[in-house]
């Protein structure tokens, strides 16, 4: 009839209003960051007001755990310093008062990132007094221990990529393997490994487009970032006594902070996500995750 027509046609009319509700649920409280601000530092107490300004870790926990207001300055290891997930972890550190110590082979590739630093930055060498560039290789053990060598190192973020055909094919097992040895001759616990959408279990929530890929160019490399998992992942793995957390990301875009990182559930496709908030999310893991000892999907 009619009558039952137009109700059809209103419940369709509907559909965009309810999929935007939809979305704003998925994107509630317990799934979301903070807003990042690189203009803070770390200086002491601040008030719930200007909570919301500051870099992730600029507090002790964040919406996952409630807001806290001393402000934590620490010394953060990176591996991976001048990839794009390495230079937001490296940018966002230091904006949040923290010291770095980053291994890279190339130090000239040590720039600001385009996302958190902004365009006008972007490209610009990073420089701080806070940051301590170790130039090396993370397949080489004496590389490695030399960045960890600091007793002031609260956590270690490791975002090792990079073409197979120029890194090779173990370069991330390898490397990975060295930095859990280094680490454990430290006694330091907490670490953050990127890895990708599509590694381990998680192979389902990867895009079709994205597992041609996998099937192809960037076979040997998921062979790899599979092996580096299981470094943790596998019983009786070296790594699976640290107090750690793998985040496979979605695609990777080049964008501002959104200051939101949404953990997928296992049945849920991955979307993109900008580096900066992969950078955020790693740093926040290092003060203590509920996804402790888990590998995470994040869009």
Request: glycine letters at 10%; proline letters at 4%; a neutral charge.
């Amino acid at each position: 009839s009619v009558m039952q027509r137009n109700r059809i046609l209103f419940a369709f009319a509907l559909l965009p209003a309810a999929s935007c509700f939809v979305g704003s649920a998925m994107m509630s409280p317990s799934f979301q960051t903070v807003r990042f601000n690189p203009t803070q530092a770390c200086q002491g107490l601040i008030s719930s007001e200007e909570q919301n300004k500051l870099p992730l870790m600029a507090r002790r926990r964040h919406t996952h755990f409630g807001l806290h207001e001393r402000l934590a300055c620490k010394t953060i290891a990176v591996v991976g310093a001048t990839g794009g997930v390495g230079l937001e972890t490296v940018y966002q550190a230091l904006a949040s008062g923290n010291k770095v110590r980053a291994l890279c082979r190339n130090p000239e590739k040590l720039v600001v990132p385009a996302g958190s630093g902004g365009e006008t930055k972007a490209g610009t060498s990073l420089l701080s007094p806070d940051l301590e560039i170790i130039q090396g290789d993370v397949t080489k053990k004496e590389d490695v221990a030399k960045l960890l060598d600091d007793s002031d190192i609260s956590g270690v973020v490791v975002a090792l990529g990079g073409r197979t055909k120029e890194v090779g094919k173990t370069m991330l097992t390898d490397g990975t393997k060295n930095v859990i040895e280094s680490m454990k001759s430290k006694d330091l616990t907490n670490i953050a490994v990127v890895t990708s959408i599509g590694a381990g279990d998680s192979y389902e929530q990867a895009p079709l487009a994205f597992k041609l890929f996998m099937w192809t160019i960037l076979k040997d490399a998921f062979v790899d970032k599979n092996a580096q998992e299981s470094l943790f992942l596998d019983p009786a793995a070296p790594g699976g006594d640290l107090d750690f957390v793998i985040v496979r990301p979605g695609g990777l875009t080049l964008g501002q902070p959104t200051g939101q990182a949404r953990v997928l559930a296992a049945s849920e496709m991955a979307g993109s996500i900008a580096r900066a908030d992969v950078a955020s999310f790693c740093l926040e893991a290092l003060e203590g995750s509920p996804y402790a000892n888990k590998a995470v999907c994040i869009s």
